[in-house]
């Protein structure tokens, strides 16, 4: 599968009410002058990339709200920042447009409004369907929401519903984590995310650990959790398509695809990443230097790398990789380097890689291994590791 597949817009919305206490990500509570001023930077930034037109007269695949929390945006902003784009860059006929969402953050009336406008999909981050893990990790909300909001959501017209899970969450067990599993399952969702909760540096869940109040993720319950989420997760008739993501058949994400299969996608709003024509760069992760920026008409971009061959192709394989169909050899291309295939031959051997035909892709114990399958075949190409992530 290592081919472009299309390209795509994100908009980063750096916006939260309040601050998960896992949470890592660029953000700002939200305020609502701070919102509008963002709003019209936003605008100003879509309209310098129009004159430069990134993607030529090619339409976009998909639109991508994320954050933060877009839905802390009205949405009548969330439509005419949806409008401009549509104006702008144009947009294939059966594209996906996803926005994230709280499940507290919208109503019935405003999910009406940005589904009549052609948002496509909505992405809830429910997290856990029991309320006392909810609360472990500061999250707002309660799981009544989540359960209100995706019947809402169905009753304003969207059919392509995501929800977010995380697990290895403080006082998670393998019983509540089914528990969970099966109360999402049972709300008919077409695609369903599951994280597996990494403590970040700076996150007020990194101190409680450090205080000892809560205890590190448990590692092999962690995998247990993996395991038990792919098996109940099937049987509900959803598809691993990728390592943390499953859909019912048809509706895999295609901003998710685009990523993993070399599309091309630009970032924008602060702290936001593109993949451009091979060329790599972020905006600054502050808000003011982005408005700023705006304001004297320059684009807030802070790092920008032109990847040489070798580098595209390393991120390629790494990415490409977590996929559950993997990538094809089929274009010997720049793939059919002996050293590689050697080293292919021996992780087939390991039980860490799966070949059908020309096809390559990680077993399920490869997958616990991603990141260092990765780091193998690189090492085998003597490229460096700079596109292992996740
Ligand atoms: S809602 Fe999402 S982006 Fe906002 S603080 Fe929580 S995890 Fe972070």
Redesign the pocket.
């Known amino acids: 599968m290592l081919q472009t597949t299309g390209r795509g817009l994100y908009l980063h919305i750096p916006f939260?009410h309040?601050?998960?206490h896992?949470?890592a990500?660029y953000?700002e509570i939200h305020r609502p002058r701070a919102a509008d001023t963002f709003v019209s930077s936003l605008l100003t930034e879509m309209r310098l990339y129009g004159e430069r037109r990134p993607f030529g007269e090619q339409p976009l695949d998909s639109i991508y709200f994320g954050?933060?929390?877009p839905t802390t945006l009205a949405p009548q902003q969330l439509i005419s920042l949806l409008l401009t784009a549509k104006h702008i860059f144009g947009l294939a006929y059966d594209a996906e447009v996803t926005v994230e969402a709280?499940p507290e953050s919208v109503t019935l009336e405003g999910l009406s409004q940005l589904r009549d406008a052609g948002f496509t999909r909505i992405s809830f981050?429910a997290e856990s369907m029991d309320q006392q893990e909810l609360q472990q990790v500061g999250?707002p909300g309660s799981v009544l929401n989540t359960i209100q909001v995706v019947a809402a959501a169905r009753e304003a017209g969207f059919i392509d519903i995501n929800l977010d899970l995380m697990y290895g969450l403080p006082g998670q067990t393998i019983d509540t984590w089914a528990a969970s599993l099966r109360a999402v399952s049972a709300l008919v969702p077409t695609h369903l995310s599951c994280y597996a909760l990494t403590i970040e540096e700076g996150t007020r869940l990194q101190m409680a650990v450090q205080q000892g109040i809560v205890p590190d993720p448990d590692e092999v319950l962690q995998n247990e959790m993996e395991d038990l989420a792919e098996e109940m997760l099937n049987q509900a008739g959803y598809d691993r398509y990728e390592i943390s993501n499953y859909s019912r058949p048809g509706y895999a994400s295609r901003h998710n695809c685009l990523h993993w299969t070399g599309g091309q996608y630009l970032g924008l709003g602060p702290s936001a990443q593109s993949y451009v024509g091979g060329r790599r760069f972020g905006n600054v992760s502050d808000l003011v230097v982005y408005n700023q920026a705006l304001d004297n008409g320059a684009l807030p971009v802070e790092e920008s790398e032109q990847l040489a061959p070798a580098d595209d192709l390393c991120e390629r394989i790494v990415f490409g990789l977590r996929m559950t169909d993997g990538i094809s050899l089929a274009d010997r291309g720049p793939l059919a380097r002996p050293e590689l295939l050697r080293k292919i031959e021996e992780l087939i051997a390991d039980g860490l890689l799966d070949r059908r035909g020309e096809q390559i892709s990680l077993t399920a114990r490869g997958r616990r291994y991603a990141d260092s399958v990765a780091v193998d075949l690189l090492a085998s190409l003597a490229l460096p590791e700079a596109g292992v992530s996740h």
Do not use: A, I, Y
């Open positions: 939260c309040q601050r998960c896992f949470c990500f953000l954050g933060g929390t709280h981050g999250r």
